[in-house]
């Protein structure tokens, strides 16, 4: 079987081993990929979205993995031409993509379906912004759009909600697009993933997310910098909950609204004094639960998806490891306001953990920096107190100059 996954962080290299270690032996193929990538699948090179296609088809491709969110909404959309080609896709097609690139198009789906969320209102200025609010903080801004996990602003007070509308109406950091101004939610977060085939569904390994730059869920949001992920991580009754309220609905509602889904859906929720509601759809894995998530599961997962993306359900190929997997992210220097590439990174032979390698290259010097997120250190363990010490002790022989990581992870919010 011939696959090929399309992405280039450290979510695509622990899909790509994952999918390699598959009992059928696949061969892998990425794109764009990353050199880390490279050392268990063969880059395709091409010059870009079309040629990548046409690629696949020339090369028999037997099935197409997304991995990050972009390719799903780029132009006609990664599922869309595959399935013009004949090729199957695991990840959905542009329509439903929405899910994650329009978080307007989620709200609307998640009240039309009764789906617990935050109340919000979407605007387009600042001043409609300045008017939903209504001097009612905390507040919550999301701009609608993608924005790599820095397009939300939870805001204490006033002085914060200006500074995210000047960036998002003045400055246009992310490009045009409206905001919404949601309800803020208190409690804790879980990161739910579905695999999810037409109108059926099989439920992951649940995972925690870190998404603040620092100790104590201080500072800025990042794409992640860090997660935990364990099937004991969550209760059977909460899952039950989850399932009920949110998962089951979400996959009828899809049925319903006429948007097919084959692939990967990520549920963000908040566990809130009046149950689990979303905060977030994202149509793939998350970065970086993927990471930890990944060395727990057992079976088949080329076979999965390969059969997923036919419409073929089968979750018996697939299963997770009792245990606790921890992940910590080394980011460089400056992220996420911006990043640094090129520095040397020390320690990589020393770790004894997995490695997976979000923004990285490889030169005449070694492995080199290259990106806002640099390196996921992965280590699981029978316990959580065996698999988080693990994988900071194995971190902390990681360096770079600048490097930063935060030292709770696997211990806040636990
Ligand atoms: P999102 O990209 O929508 O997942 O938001 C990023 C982060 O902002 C989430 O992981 C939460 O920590 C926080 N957040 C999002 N929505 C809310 C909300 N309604 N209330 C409180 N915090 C939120
Ligand atoms: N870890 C957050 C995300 O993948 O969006």
């Given at each position: 079987m011939k696959i090929a996954v399309i992405g280039k962080g450290g979510r695509e290299q622990a899909l790509v081993e994952t999918l390699a270690a598959s009992p059928g032996k696949p061969e892998i193929y990425t794109y764009p990929g990353s050199d880390a990538i490279c050392l268990t699948a063969t880059k395709i090179e091409v010059a870009g979205f079309d040629e990548l296609i046409a690629w696949m088809v020339d090369n028999k491709v037997d099935l197409c993995v997304a991995g990050e969110e972009s390719y799903l909404v780029y132009g006609d959309g990664l599922a869309n031409r595959c399935a013009a080609v004949g090729i199957p896709c695991w990840g959905p097609r542009k329509e439903s993509a929405q899910l994650e690139a329009s978080k307007e198009f989620a709200k609307e789906f998640l009240m039309r379906h009764s789906i617990p969320t935050g109340l919000a209102t979407a605007v387009d200025s600042y001043e409609g912004a300045k008017a939903a609010i209504a001097?009612?903080?905390p507040t919550v801004l999301k701009f609608?759009?993608?924005?790599?996990?820095?397009?939300v602003a939870v805001c204490p007070d006033e002085a914060a909600a200006e500074e995210f509308l000047q960036e998002v109406f003045v400055q246009k950091r992310f490009g045009e697009g409206r905001v919404l101004v949601e309800e803020f939610l208190t409690g804790p977060e879980i990161s739910i993933f579905g695999a999810i085939c037409d109108d059926k569904y099989l439920i992951l390994c649940p995972a925690r997310d870190y998404k603040r730059l620092q100790d104590g869920d201080a500072g800025p949001n990042t794409g992640g910098m860090g997660a935990v992920a364990s099937r004991r991580l969550a209760s059977p009754e909460l899952l039950r909950e989850i399932e009920e309220k949110i998962v089951a609905p979400t996959v009828q509602g899809l049925q319903q609204d006429g948007l097919p889904y084959r692939g990967f859906l990520y549920f963000g929720l908040m566990l809130t004094p009046d149950g689990p509601k979303v905060i977030e759809y994202n149509c793939r894995f998350g970065d970086p639960e993927c990471e930890a998530v990944m060395p727990l599961l057992r079976g088949d997962l080329a076979g999965f998806c390969m059969a997923g993306a036919c419409g073929e359900f089968k979750p018996e190929l697939i299963s997770f490891d009792e245990g606790w997997s921890v992940c910590c992210i080394l980011a460089s220097a400056g992220y996420p306001a911006g990043s640094h590439s090129g520095d040397v990174i020390s320690g990589l032979d020393a770790c004894g953990a997995r490695v997976f390698h979000c923004g990285t290259k490889k030169t005449d010097a070694g492995w080199v920096s290259n990106g806002g997120r640099v390196l996921a250190i992965v280590a699981q363990g029978a316990t959580l107190d065996e698999a988080r010490t693990r994988a900071h002790a194995e971190a902390a022989k990681v360096d770079f100059p600048g490097s930063q990581r935060r030292s709770d992870i696997g211990y806040k919010n636990m």
């Open positions: 001097g009612k903080y609608d759009g993608l924005a790599a996990g820095k397009g």
